[in-house]
């Protein structure tokens, strides 16, 4: 009878507190827009990952900087525009470059090899 009721409880407490613990470990869709001057920061982690899962950014010259975080290298390019920009960043480094964007969907990722199947891409929407 005592067990019977701590595990309610416990299952209870669990279902309480799932709403605020959705932040803490996923499940969620990150943001970023861009700034005034249509530039974006993206930061590149070392779990293959970058700090937003979308970018939202104007159509016309877009800016990208592209900031390591952690010590693997990393890159970042535009799916199908690969020639026209390729950032990479090594040793904490930073480095940042401009790409023209008409209005659509476009996938950002890391061409390290291994990185993008790791899911090291995030969407880019131009309006």
Do not use: K, W
């Amino acid at each position: 009878m005592r067990l019977r009721a701590t595990v309610g409880a416990s299952t209870t407490a669990a279902l309480l507190l799932s709403p605020f613990l959705v932040g803490c470990g996923g499940g969620g869709t990150t943001t970023q827009v861009a700034n005034e001057d249509n530039a974006i920061r993206v930061e590149a982690y070392d779990r293959q990952d970058y700090n937003a899962d979308i970018f939202e950014v104007a159509r016309g010259m877009v800016t990208f900087e592209l900031s390591q975080v952690g010590v693997q290298e990393h890159t970042l390019v535009v799916e199908d525009r690969e020639d026209e920009m390729r950032l990479v960043v090594v040793d904490g480094g930073t480095d940042s470059g401009s790409i023209d964007l008409e209005p659509g969907r476009y996938l950002l990722y890391c061409d390290i090899a291994g990185h993008r199947a790791s899911g090291m891409e995030a969407r880019l929407m131009v309006d």
